[in-house]
């Protein structure tokens, strides 16, 4: 009597366990609806994180109390650039380099050529493109602000700024770079500095400055 009525309550317990459960087939769905959405949830986080990646170095600068946006150069300042380069030896520094343009031209016309960009998106593709070009071996390209960088080593530096920048920039230059040095402005001159040659119309406007000149110690006519 002891045994029968000590086994009748569990299938009673069985049944009150297994009615709140869902079919096997209800289940296998729900738990791969469950997977799909995590899956779902994984592919959307990682594309905004990848669009927040990308866009950021774009939208920070101009956030800065001095910005220093991308504005690709075009063929013809490029050619004006160059231009201004002739006869000219020595290293070459590129200020704001931002897709390495200005840097793989001065490296076909025999430049050891260096950039200085702060979007890392933009240093990336600049050495690819330099490889691409097949000039990798004598560009470099930097992700760095350009006002904790010393331009002393350089000779000739191309400067692509706006006109907030270019008081300080400079000065900076002024102080940094030595009396053979060669500075080339595009699209916005210098507010101080006089320069020694101009070329080109409009926005593809450069101004050429000559260092030892405006210390006057340039040479005479």
Known sequence: MEGGGGAAPEPLQEESQ???GLPPSLEANTLKKS???????????GTLMAVYAVATPFVTPALRKVCLP?????????ENVVKMLQSRSGSLVDIGSGDGRIVVAAAKAGFTAVGYELNPWLVWYSRYRAWQEGVHGSTKFYISDLWK???S????????GVPQMMPQLEKKLGL????????????????????DHVTGEGTDTVWVYDV???????RRP
């Open 18 to 20: 297994a009615q709140p």
């Open 176 to 195: 940094e770079l030595k009396d053979d040095a060669r500075v080339i402005a595009c699209r916005f001159p210098f507010p101080h500095w006089s320069p």
């Open 212 to 218: 030892g000149t405006l210390r006057g110690k340039g």
């Open 153 to 160: 080593q350089y000779t000739n530096v191309v400067v692509f």
């Open 149 to 151: 960088v010393s331009f």
């Open 35 to 45: 997977r799909w959405g995590l899956l779902l949830t994984g592919i959307v986080g």
């Open 70 to 78: 991308f504005v690709p150069a075009t063929t013809k300042q490029i």
